[in-house]
């Protein structure tokens, strides 16, 4: 079973990504901010993570520079899930090692559908 | 609405779309119809069956078809009949016209525009190798307002994430305000027109590929035949067609036949026993 790591600072999105991806025979867990999913990272590297942009304490852009210079840190597929859906947000988080990225609001075909992109599914 | 009403709309569909819909899509009738009976001021659908049978106002007889055609589409459907047309159909017609330089690629129910801009992303990744070449994509469909849509190029924020990988999106589409606009190169590649299926489209010309992608699944037996006849008249002898998971063409015209290098890929011939197949005609799993 893949591991997924869902990392956003609204406990509601985390339980809807967490029913989603659930729903597709995926482990969860979850992380309020940026540097306390870092921590769950060093602990057991994730398969996938769903990452939100603005969160406090460490936001995504920065957990995902922190991530991909970890050992280990380039093997989780990262999806970024934010509001942040302009082109400059984008074309940053992919540069950063982003590997797909959902504009909120989004449902669960899309969350499906973009995992499935990136091999998770 | 009363049987011989709905007897009335089921045969009027049919005959106008090729929509085979029976009793119990009654409330399908009475969900697609409802608004469009509200919006002409028809106090019922027994009303709005009853202006049809008049058979004096054209735009509503349309505007009844085109409420009642599913439009359901998204980038890159399915996967694999993409990933055909670039691994399967692609390297041999590249070959096969290599001093023609011509590909002509026909989708033959477009619905917002989806599928025929799938492909000229794909097409715009060979654009190296297919320089000099005339590639034409001509795309079609019943409804002249998803048609209007397509040629627009302008698809929202949902329908960017359907299939289609960021990176794409990054590349071939520019934000305007909440929505995206796919690239004028890639609108220009692409002509896109209303057609019938039921009607006569030997005009279209002569296709190499043809998607034609979860609509058969609305016809009877017959029509679909008719259909899938005609189709491959419009083809090259080595050309392609692409049909979509839920339709086995095989089973309704000797037109074509399962391609034997793999589960799925069908191709012309009389029936099984042809040696050399001239068609190729490839299904989704
Ligand atoms: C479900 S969509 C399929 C779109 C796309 N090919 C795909 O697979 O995603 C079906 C389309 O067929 C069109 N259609 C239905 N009857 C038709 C007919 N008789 N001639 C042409 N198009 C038709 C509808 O308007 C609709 O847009």
């Not at chain 1, 590297?45 to 922190?66: C, K, V, Y």
């Not at chain 2, 089921?10 to 409802?34: H, M, P, T």
Request: charged share 25%; with cysteine.
């Amino acid at each position: 079973m893949k591991h997924c790591l869902v990392v956003d600072d609204s406990s509601v999105i985390r339980k809807v990504a967490r029913r989603i991806l659930e729903g597709c025979e995926m482990r969860i867990s979850e992380a309020e901010n940026g540097q306390s999913a870092l921590a769950l990272c060093k602990q057991a590297m994730p398969d996938g993570i769903l990452l939100d942009w603005n969160m406090p304490i460490m936001d995504g852009f920065d957990f995902l520079a922190e991530l991909r210079s970890l050992p280990g840190g380039d093997a989780p597929k990262v999806v970024f899930c934010t509001t942040e859906n302009d082109v400059s947000h984008i074309t940053r988080a992919l540069r950063a090692g982003a590997d797909e990225y959902v504009m909120k609001p989004f449902d669960s075909e899309i969350i499906t559908s973009k995992f499935a992109e990136v091999g998770l599914l | 609405m009363t049987p011989a009403q709905f007897a009335f709309l089921a045969k009027f569909l049919k005959d106008r779309s090729g929509l085979v819909i029976g009793e119990d899509k009654r409330y399908l009738v009475e969900a697609r119809l409802g608004p469009v009976a509200h919006q002409r001021g028809l106090a019922s659908l027994s009303d709005l069956a009853a202006a049809l049978a008049r058979g004096a106002d054209l735009d509503l007889a349309a505007r009844v078809v085109e409420a009642m055609t599913t439009n359901e589409t998204f980038f890159f459907r399915d996967g694999a009949p993409f990933t055909l047309f670039t691994d399967v159909m692609l390297p041999h017609l590249m070959a096969a016209r290599a001093r023609e330089k011509t590909l002509r690629i026909w989708s033959a129910a477009c619905s917002s525009g989806q599928e025929p801009y799938s492909l000229a992303m794909l097409l715009a990744e060979r654009k190296a190798q297919l320089a000099g070449w005339r590639v034409e994509i001509v795309a079609t469909d019943l409804a002249g307002e998803v048609v209007e849509r397509a040629k627009e190029g302008l698809f929202s924020q949902f329908e960017v994430q359907r299939g289609l990988p960021i990176k794409l999106l990054l590349k071939h589409f520019a934000q305007e305000g909440e929505r995206w606009r796919i690239d004028a190169a890639l609108r220009q590649m692409v002509h896109f027109r209303t057609l019938n299926l039921l009607r006569d489209f030997s005009a279209l010309g002569r296709f190499d590929v043809v998607f034609c992608r979860n609509v058969l699944i609305y016809f009877d037996a017959e029509t679909k035949a008719d259909v899938l006849n005609r189709i491959a008249a419009s083809m090259a002898p080595d050309g392609y067609l692409m049909v979509g998971s839920a339709e086995a063409p095989e089973a309704i015209t000797r037109r074509f036949r399962a391609h034997p290098s793999r589960g799925g890929l069908l191709v012309k011939g009389e029936g099984a026993a042809s040696a050399a197949p001239a068609l190729s005609l490839v299904a989704a799993r």
